[in-house]
């Protein structure tokens, strides 16, 4: 009886966790993005976006630091920009578990604002000053004559540059490294399989309620629906995948409206 | 064999314990550090905003004075308070100067001249920054609490935890009304700032 006590707590965890989950249903928190360059907004050129996407993947290859963007139309929930998007952040785990490298421009065109959030371990590399230059300066008037790729472009350039130098890459994307673990079939692979099985139950079902639908997902090339475990090519016209490394995010960053 | 299981348990539990009482006190020290991060920047803003010319000097005599009670209420910071009163002392202080910064805030916008010096930009941003933060440790802190109160609770920890001197710990209460920006009007500054509600008839 003993025995079986940490099992049942930990369904009971589990159980919670997902009513937990269920029960904050005012605010929407947006899934996974599928890339690093997401334009869920439509308004990027298709070419611009995987140019940018690839860029932030070679980004992440030289320097393991992992860089999103993501482009909504509108912000659903009660709180600031900096509290939805430090929640949304930190959901989508961006940057690696141990460096806490992530930081994330969030746009939402409708609303006419924009913030970066910076993971831990790029506050000093990045800092708020940094970051609200960046918006500020450099993205909004871009914004204002509606010029989002040049603005998203500027953004994305400035940010690399402000954290490049700070961590090394291991030449491979998180979603790279995980590839081979599910083609070696030990008790890890199949692990690993249950994981993405799990993972891919719980997205979709979280998609299904997700309030951003009606303008569609964000592009993707036609390469994505192979993307899931098997290696996207780091050379060539291929489409690179994200998936989050496990990083954590603080309140760091600052943001602009236009 | 029943109490080799129960020690086999108690062991766990005991472990499990100080593991948790040490996330508390790691929290604890984020929670400290980000808002010794804010007292700090407070002499800078202060001095620009000295500068800017005849700007309000009370809304600057309170920032000052929040600072410096801030700074008699130290609290260990490696070591989270077991005595909610403590806490609560520190709570009001740093709430009081929460407040003294958001009415200073509020107060340059009548400053047209000081807002747009890039000095007074940066620290802005980065006062609302280390607000984040606060907030973010704030929560993590309340967490890791609620996780460590909630084991001590738990059969058979609540028998052990007497024996081994486990105290649970308080945790930060919602924003009261100290915590939050406060509603200013200035009707001798003519326009009604941005950041307040439109004033009722």
């Known amino acids: 009886m003993e025995l079986l006590r940490p099992l049942v707590l930990g369904a009971v965890v589990i159980c919670s966790a997902v009513f937990a989950n269920e029960a904050a249903a005012v605010e929407v928190i947006p899934p996974k993005p599928p890339a690093y360059f997401n334009d869920y907004a439509n308004v990027v050129p298709k070419e611009k976006a995987l140019a940018l996407n690839e860029k932030l993947a070679q980004f992440e290859r030289e320097t393991s630091n992992q860089v999103v963007v993501a482009v909504f139309r509108k912000m ?7 509290d939805y998007t430090r929640r949304i952040a930190q959901s989508w785990k961006v940057g690696q578990a141990e460096k806490r490298n992530g930081a994330v421009l969030f746009v939402f065109v409708d609303d006419r604002k924009m913030f970066i959030q910076v993971g831990y371990g790029l506050e000093g590399a990045l800092p708020d000053v940094t970051a609200f230059d960046i918006t500020e300066r450099r993205i909004k008037p871009r914004f204002r004559t509606g010029d989002y790729a040049g603005g998203l472009e500027q953004g994305v350039d400035l940010i690399c540059k402000a954290i490049r130098g700070e961590y090394k890459g291991t030449g491979e994307t998180v979603e790279e490294k995980r590839a081979p673990a599910s083609s070696g079939w030990g008790p890890l692979g199949f692990l690993v399989m249950l994981i993405i099985v799990l993972t891919i139950i719980r997205l979709g079902r979280r998609r299904g309620g997700y309030g951003y639908t009606g303008f569609g997902g964000p592009f993707v090339s036609s390469g994505w629906g192979s993307g899931w475990s098997s290696s996207s090519s780091s050379s060539g016209g291929g489409f690179s995948g994200f998936s989050g490394g496990g990083g954590s995010f603080g309140g760091g960053g600052a943001g602009s409206s236009w | 064999m029943l109490a080799s299981l129960f020690s086999l348990t108690g062991c766990g539990t005991y472990n499990r314990l100080v593991t948790l009482e040490q996330t508390v006190n790691k929290k604890w020290a984020d929670v400290q550090s980000v808002y010794q991060r804010r007292a700090d920047l407070i002499p800078n803003l202060v001095s620009t905003v000295a500068g800017a010319a005849n700007f309000e000097k009370s809304t600057l005599t309170e920032v000052t004075n929040a600072r410096a009670s801030v700074g008699q209420v130290k609290l260990d910071p490696s070591k989270a308070p077991t005595d909610a009163a403590e806490l609560e002392k520190f709570q009001k202080a740093q709430g009081q100067l929460s ?76 924003a009261t009304g100290a915590e939050k920006a406060p509603t200013v009007n200035f009707p001798t500054f003519g326009s009604t700032p941005a950041a307040s509600p439109a004033a009722t008839p």
């Open chain 2, 99 to 174: 407040t003294a910064l958001s009415r200073l805030l509020v107060v340059s916008e009548n400053y047209p001249q000081l807002k747009a010096t890039q000095a007074f930009q940066n620290l802005q941003v980065q006062l609302e920054g280390t607000e984040n933060r606060i907030s973010v440790e704030r929560n993590n802190f309340n967490t890791a609490v609620q996780e460590y109160n909630t084991a001590l609770e738990r059969f058979p920890t609540n028998m052990l935890n007497k024996m081994f001197g486990f105290k649970p710990r308080p945790f930060f209460t919602a």
């Open chain 1, 76 to 82: 659903e929930t009660d709180s600031d920009i900096a």
